[in-house]
């Protein structure tokens, strides 16, 4: 049985977690993860997933602000693990740290490596439209995402897949290619692929800036920017002065006349305008003060009017 340390954070980490408790080849000696942090409108301080996961099995759990500490290369050195193994977990390791493992610190990372290195990967590659993605095994060195590639397993991404199901998608797909890895690996028989610097790409985190939608774009892309920020921060714009966000929608052949933003409502469907008046059909949405509904039933509550365009300021 090899030992192993595995670092990781939140839902994403999960699966390999579990596989690696579930698999009689390996044992968890320590969890590290990210600190409690306030979530929710109470701010509740609340532990990362993997730390829940990690105590419903008795697993020690170190939760180390950094680990360029003495003291974090002594609790994690002391165990003399043969593998760390890291899914999300969002701090970059020391080479100090990087040393202390037999068989190497292997990452699990959501893109096809070197394409979109750093944070969100699986966001980007919705937002950007891409057909493909998948989860890449590394080995890893004391950059962000530019260690050695091991492994890789391959995925389309559907036409109206959001990031959310394409983040639990990934995850799911993250253990057997974790275990293949270990593996192979430990029995030599593996050799790591240097990344190709010259495709690299790097992304960074999502923020609240990126929400607000512009119509004056061809319909795709704003299937991509409303898939690609569900479940957060989700796409927004103004409908009669309020906030209205867009969970999903579908690309159509309809066409909508009027200026980008304009809405047309058509036997409880609801098109929006986009550049050269393609027509997007808002499928579920949410506004303010109101409950996250499908397009119907918003119609119902509120008809929409001639003319009408989202994120536009009205005169009251």
């Not at 980007?124 to 890789?152: K, P, R």
């Not at 960074?204 to 774009?217: P, Q, R």
């Not at 209205?244 to 200026?259: E, H, S, Y």
Request: proline fraction near 8%; aromatic fraction near 6%.
């Amino acid at each position: 049985m090899r030992s192993v340390v595995f670092m990781g954070s939140p839902d994403f980490a999960i699966p390999a977690l579990q596989a690696l408790i579930d698999s009689p080849d390996y044992d968890v000696k320590l969890v590290v993860s990210q600190t409690d942090k306030p979530q929710g409108r109470k701010q509740i301080l609340t532990a990362p997933p993997v730390k829940q996961l990690a105590l419903q099995y008795n697993i020690p759990v170190y939760q180390p602000k950094t680990l360029r500490t003495p003291e974090a290369l002594e609790t994690i050195g002391s165990i003399e693990p043969d593998f760390i193994v890291v899914a999300a977990y969002g701090k970059i390791l020391p080479q100090a740290i990087l040393d202390v493992p037999k068989f190497g610190c292997v990452n699990l990372h959501g893109s096809l490596l070197p394409k979109y290195r750093g944070a969100a990967p699986i966001q980007w590659s919705v937002l950007n439209g891409d057909a493909e993605t998948g989860v890449t095994s590394m080995l890893m060195n004391a950059g962000l995402d530019t260690g050695d590639i091991l492994l890789t397993a391959k995925t389309p991404i559907g036409e109206n897949e959001t990031a959310g199901e394409l983040f639990d998608r990934l995850a799911a797909m993250s253990p057997a290619l974790l275990l293949e890895t270990l593996e192979l690996l430990a029995n030599g028989e593996l050799t790591p692929i240097p990344q190709n610097e010259a495709e690299a790409t790097v992304v960074g985190m999502l923020d609240k800036e990126m929400a607000t939608l512009d119509f004056n774009v061809p319909a795709r892309e704003v299937h991509n920017k409303i898939r690609g920020l569900n479940p957060w921060p989700v796409a927004k714009t103004t409908f009669e002065n309020k906030t209205l966000k867009l969970f999903a929608g579908l690309l159509t052949d309809r066409r909508v006349p009027g200026v980008p933003g304009t809405l047309l409502a058509d036997r409880g469907r609801l098109f929006v305008s986009c550049a050269g008046n393609e027509g997007y059909e808002i499928t579920e949405l949410q506004l303010e003060g109101a409950k996250r509904m499908p397009a119907a039933d918003f119609l119902r509550g509120h008809p929409v009017n001639a003319g009408t365009v989202l994120g536009a300021k009205e005169v009251e």
